[in-house]
């Protein structure tokens, strides 16, 4: 044995005996995934130094013993690290990299067996040696712009050296996961084999680099000077690809552009020049708050994830389901469940609305088979785990039956009656409400233990939120079963409790609440959305309220106004309820604060109506300018209170499952890392003094809570660095 730590070994010899090669492998205790922490680093180093003393070696192949090759840098450590500040971190980049190319520069070949996920950091130790080889399953990449970094231990320098210029943009600025074939094609990877016959690839590359047939030296010498692009071919590569880059990541996102720069500047360097590069804009971008938010986001998904496996590992089986009510909703249920391997049973009471919901489920297969994500065999296998029926003939069998009928008490309880007399004892019901209590609907079920909500987002099939709402009376049971389906169908499931709205709407209609004030006192609700849109929402609140549905939009209004009367219910007439009152829908019917037109690819394109302004010029009581700093406060302080309400009331247990709810269920502007870290940006006590002085001019809506009013005080955040969620 060479070396021996806690999460590497490094042993002389192989399976297949021949003691001149190193076997390095990566195989962290304690865990189920390989990640490079600030420990696995200090290991990596001494392994490294314990193979350079070691005589008489011909070889080293770098590998896992476990499903992955390594996932990349231990991402709880980020923000610890990165409050240590810019200086700190260049230098911590500067040490990983004289890690790194110790490895690069051993006095014989070496290689790396990849045998799965080899991601950011992980990707990054594969590219330093001379070889890769690349199972079959396995995926390969650097992820690191999606958290608001840049690739920093040698990505944005090896990679283009290897893969071109243009292909390692393509990688680091997308952030992509890439396949093997796709790999081996650009060449980031030298063969591509089933797992069992990775070493074996390994040691046969070690052999013909040692008899001379392949060149190791050349391939370093590549990786370590200057790109071999002339400047017009470096124009040419890099500015094209920042105006298609900027486009796509648009204005909030800085890493990707910052990832071209830095390979951009590198690329006339030697290694050493070029890794300095790399490592002060990774610092840079590291101190930025888009960084810590993404970084915090990440961190967030992994305890609502977490907090999942725990009620799915309590969960009986799902495997197979029933949806009711078979409209666009209910086929874009049976879609998502049937596309994801769990058969349903479709259930309606007429011909047509059955066929409504088979064309939704179609149409959303056909999707698929164009993008090229299946064949249209795969569609029409996947077609047949959906059962349409008029009768409750197959209920007797289903584990899970989803309730997706109107939006109407009285038509679900009668429904819900139904069905839990045709279904087994231990069968779970749920109902897909956006609003209506899960309590009340609870009342009159003989077992109301085995009933809870399961509130999916609009289109189903790309919201990736569900949320299960926890009645007075549901069980453990229900909640493990609903949240185990919802997993099961590529969803995020987050349990709440129920309240008016639960937590989404809840937050949700006190925005909107925001917006008819603004709206009331003449600010124009085109430059609110624009204001919105540029602050990070996908869409501003006008046009958010026409995709609703101003129908909808009224409904759930007055179940929050009966709610929480003090700060919901108004007097006054708004925008939205004058839209409802002449039939303006939104993009149901073509017309809301906008009217609606096809564009070319036949889907709904919004335009400016004189009419709506017409309207609107109704509940207009004065004409008064605001900056875009008024509107961003006004809609986004009766959003944060709300939300902060839902963590006091128990509705939500952490502010990591609040924040995400956020984000995946309204499309809360991820970069800003969810309404609780918004609040911790701008400070707690900055916070409530911008609310309360909305508060003395606009209500309730804006009134900070007693208890945030003591977090301000004591100078408390939602979120510790230490310790997230």
Avoid at 104 to 130: S, Y
């Amino acid at each position: 044995m060479i070396y021996q730590g806690n999460a590497i070994t490094v042993a002389r010899g192989t399976k297949n005996g021949g003691d001149d090669i190193a076997m390095l492998t990566f195989d962290l205790k304690g865990e189920s995934i390989n990640k490079l922490s600030s420990a696995v680093v200090a290991e990596l180093d001494e392994a490294v130094r314990a193979i350079r003393e070691e005589s008489g070696l011909q070889g080293l192949v770098i590998g896992s013993a476990k499903d992955v090759f390594i996932v990349g840098a231990d991402i709880t450590e980020f923000h610890g690290l990165f409050e240590k500040g810019e200086e700190y971190l260049v230098e911590m980049n500067l040490k990983v990299h004289d890690i790194f190319n110790a490895i690069e520069d051993l006095p014989f070949p070496t290689v790396a067996a990849i045998n799965g996920l080899a991601l950011g950091g992980g990707c990054e130790v594969t590219l330093t040696t001379d070889f890769r080889v690349m199972g079959e399953q396995a995926k390969i990449g650097l992820p690191e712009t999606k958290l608001g970094i840049l690739p920093g231990w040698g990505g944005c320098v090896r990679l283009p050296r290897l893969i071109g210029a243009d292909n390692a943009v393509e990688w680091i600025a997308g952030g992509t996961e890439n396949r093997a074939d796709a790999a081996l094609k650009v060449g980031a990877v030298d063969a591509v084999v089933p797992n069992e016959q990775l070493e074996a690839a390994a040691l046969d590359i070690l052999a013909r680099a040692n008899a001379g047939e392949l060149d190791y030296q050349a391939r370093r010498a590549e990786k370590s000077g200057p790109l071999k692009l002339n400047a017009i071919e470096q124009m040419m590569a890099f500015e094209t690809a920042k105006g298609y880059v900027a486009g796509k990541a648009g204005p909030h996102y800085p890493a990707p552009i910052e990832a071209i720069k830095v390979i951009q500047k590198g690329a006339g360097e030697e290694r050493a020049r070029a890794q300095s590069i790399e490592a002060k804009a990774f610092a840079k971008l590291a101190l930025t708050d888009v960084c810590y938010n993404l970084v915090g986001l990440f961190l967030n998904d992994q305890v609502v994830k977490k907090k999942a496996g725990k009620y799915e590992k309590q969960a009986k089986a799902v495997k197979q389901t029933a949806v009711l009510g078979a409209g666009i909703m209910g086929g874009g249920i049976a879609y998502q469940s049937a596309s994801k391997g769990t058969p349903i049973l479709m259930k309606d009471i007429n011909e047509e609305a059955i066929e409504l919901g088979l064309k939704e489920s179609r149409k959303l297969f056909s999707k698929q088979v164009e993008r090229g994500k299946l064949t249209t065999e795969q569609m029409a296998e996947k077609l047949t785990h959906i059962r349409p029926t008029l009768s409750y003939g197959d209920f007797g069998h289903v584990d899970l039956v989803v309730e997706a009928v109107v939006e109407n008490p009285k038509v679900k309880d009668a429904v819900l009656s139904e069905v839990e007399g045709q279904v087994a004892e231990d069968t779970i019901l749920t109902s897909n409400t956006s609003t209506i209590s899960i309590t009340r609907l609870a009342q009159n079920l003989k077992r109301p233990e085995n009933f809870c909500g399961m509130h999916f987002f609009n289109p189903v099939h790309r919201m990736p939120l569900v949320e299960v709402i926890r009645g007075e009376k549901t069980g453990d049971a229900a909640v493990a079963a609903t949240v185990a389906y919802a997993r099961a169908m590529g969803k995020t499931p987050i349990v709440v409790n129920d309240c008016p709205g639960f937590l989404v709407n809840r937050v949700l209609f006190p925005y909107f609440g925001g917006f008819s004030l603004l709206v009331e006192q003449g600010a124009d609700f085109q430059r609110i959305d624009k204001v919105m849109e540029k602050f990070g929402w996908p869409m501003g609140p006008a046009y958010l309220l026409d995709v609703v549905g101003m129908d909808t939009a009224v409904h759930a209004n007055e179940v929050m106004a009966e709610g929480f009367p003090d700060r919901m219910a108004r007097d006054d007439k708004t925008a939205i309820q004058v839209m409802y009152e002449n039939e303006r829908l939104g993009q149901k019917n073509d017309k809301g604060f906008y009217a609606y037109e096809e564009d070319k690819k036949g889907k709904p394109k919004k335009v400016s109506d004189e009419q709506a302004y017409a309207l609107v010029k109704q509940v207009a009581k004065e004409e008064k300018e605001f900056s875009d700093e008024d509107i961003v406060a006004r809609m986004m302080v009766p959003l944060c209170l709300e939300t902060v309400r839902c963590l006091e009331d128990g509705i939500v247990e952490t502010p990591a499952e609040a924040d995400m709810a956020l984000i995946y269920g309204i499309g809360f502007p991820p970069f800003r890392g969810g309404a609780l870290r918004y609040i911790d940006a701008m400070g707690v006590a900055e916070f409530v003094k911008l609310a309360e002085g909305l508060a003395e001019e606009l209500g309730p809506l804006y009134a900070p809570t007693a208890k945030l009013r003591q977090m301000a005080d004591s100078g408390e955040r939602f979120y510790s660095t230490q310790a997230q969620g």
